[in-house]
């Protein structure tokens, strides 16, 4: 059974950076687009962008100059980075499995979500 | 970026009720849509994927259609288990969008 699990800093100033570290366990690691994507408070989703194994990346446009995502392949762990964090980017961040080892696919495995706020 | 909608954005319903939400994308996606529930401080779940394909595990009177441009979740029967938001996704570019839900609350 796969299972994503996450952690990382839940409450933060502005200005500072969100750092957030996912694990994945059971299944393969190899081979998929690991992502991160976000939940502003009672609102939609917003997907942030992903990682290959191989360390390849992809970044919503609209946040690419603040975000870094990487990937550690000896520990099957994947990691996202956003600086100059703002009230705006206060939002459950969830990691995510894609469904197939395409580069563009849909989710079927989650993270349990970390809730960020920022506030001074 | 392709823009997804959705409506309605809230729908109250009974049990028993069929129920039909309607989600289009600003340019064709072709069958590269996903539906996913969602209930309160839980991660989505996926229900169906490239338009009509239903996830393993998911219950059948859940289904999906469409392509192109326009798309619709269909439940069949609504159960009490139901209630929750749903969202549609489409992946036939980066970056990912999704549309902003629709909320089935208890008529």
């Known amino acids: 059974q796969v299972q994503l699990r996450q952690w990382g800093a839940g409450l933060l100033k502005p200005s500072e950076t969100l750092s957030l570290t996912c694990a994945v366990y059971g299944g393969s690691f190899s081979g998929y687009y690991w992502s991160w994507i976000r939940q502003p408070p009672g609102k939609g989703l917003e997907w942030i962008g992903d990682?290959?194994?191989?360390?390849?990346?992809n970044y919503n446009p609209s946040l690419k100059s603040r975000v870094t995502i990487s990937v550690d392949t000896s520990n099957n762990q994947f990691s996202l980075k956003l600086s100059s964090v703002t009230a705006a980017d206060t939002a459950v961040y969830y990691c995510?499995?894609?469904?197939?080892?395409?580069?563009?696919?849909?989710?079927?495995?989650w993270g349990q979500g970390t809730l960020l706020t920022v506030s001074s | 970026d392709i823009q997804m909608t959705q409506s309605p954005s809230t729908l109250s319903a009974s049990v028993g009720d069929r129920v039909t939400i309607t989600c289009r994308a600003s340019?064709?996606?072709?069958?590269?849509l996903a539906w996913y529930q969602q209930k309160p401080g839980k991660a989505p779940k996926l229900l169906i994927y490239k338009a009509s394909s239903l996830e393993s595990g998911v219950p059948s009177r859940f289904s999906g259609s469409g392509s192109g441009t326009e798309f619709t979740l269909t439940i069949s029967s609504l159960q009490p288990d139901d209630f929750a938001t749903y969202y549609c996704q489409q992946y036939n570019s980066y970056s990912f969008t999704f549309g902003p839900g629709t909320k089935v609350d208890i008529k």
């Open positions: 995510a499995r894609p469904r197939l080892t395409a580069t563009k696919t849909c989710f079927d495995y």
């Open positions: 990682v290959h194994h191989s360390g390849s990346t």
């Open positions: 340019q064709s996606i072709s069958s590269w």
